[in-house]
T-cell receptor, first 115, second 112 residues
């Protein structure tokens, strides 16, 4: 079956511009996560959506970052007024929200380069 | 707060066993995970272990958990060149905190 997909795969933008990154989770997965992976670093949690509940935004690094999830499926991560330190790979993951083990399935990521 | 640490690099010869180590600090971790990331790809879940277990085996993979020392390891038997990748350990705390906390990853290089 189809896995998690993300678009674009690569994005180069100028400092100060806004960008939108898209994630299509696995069909039927109710939970969706955004992480950021900077060069040589582990994954940094950004935001978590679960069904119709209010998202957990505790990982967003600044108010320039926001995310939406429409209809419980597709999600968009928006970065306003991009800065060079925003350059990273942005990874999306989805999972079935069941008690116990949280098996998250990751997309291939969007590599963002801010020049 | 939670913190997960791993050594950055490991090199082994093809056919040998690889052991990748991880330490974590949060004793309330419920599950611990191992993910594999190949170049240019997303993360692939390899295996996980529940915190009340001390060992789990899955084909060539063996996970050992020492909860007292907060130490997790992944052993890959008969390591192959296709196992070359970055391996991440991660923990989840359960309850309402559903995100995973990842280590910085261990780059495994398998030499012919």
């Amino acid at each position: 079956g189809a896995g998690v997909s993300q678009s674009p795969s690569n994005k180069v933008t100028e400092k100060g511009k806004d960008v939108e990154l898209r994630c299509d989770p696995i069909s039927g997965h109710t939970a969706l996560y955004w992480y950021r992976q900077s060069l040589g670093q582990g994954l940094e949690f950004l935001i978590y959506f679960q069904g119709n509940s209010a998202p957990d935004k505790s990982g967003l690094p600044s108010d320039r970052f926001s995310a939406e999830r429409t209809g419980g499926s597709v999600s968009t991560l928006t970065i306003q007024r991009t800065q060079q330190e925003d350059s990273a790979v942005y990874l999306c993951a989805s999972s079935l929200e069941v008690a116990g083990v949280n098996e998250q399935y990751f997309g291939p990521g969007t590599r963002l380069t801010v020049t | 707060g939670e913190d997960v640490e791993q050594s950055l690099f490991l090199s082994v010869r093809e056919g040998d066993s690889s052991v990748i180590n991880c330490t974590y600090t949060d004793s309330s971790s419920t599950y611990l995970y191992w993910y594999k990331q190949e170049p240019g790809a997303g993360l692939q879940l390899l295996t996980y272990i529940f915190s009340n277990m001390d060992m789990k085996q899955d084909q060539r993979l063996t996970v050992l958990l020492n909860k007292k020392d907060k130490h997790l390891s992944l052993r890959i038997a008969d390591t192959q060149t296709g196992d070359s990748a970055i391996y991440f350990c991660a923990e989840s705390l359960g309850g309402s905190a559903r995100q995973l906390t990842f280590g910085s990853g261990t780059q495994l290089t398998v030499l012919p």
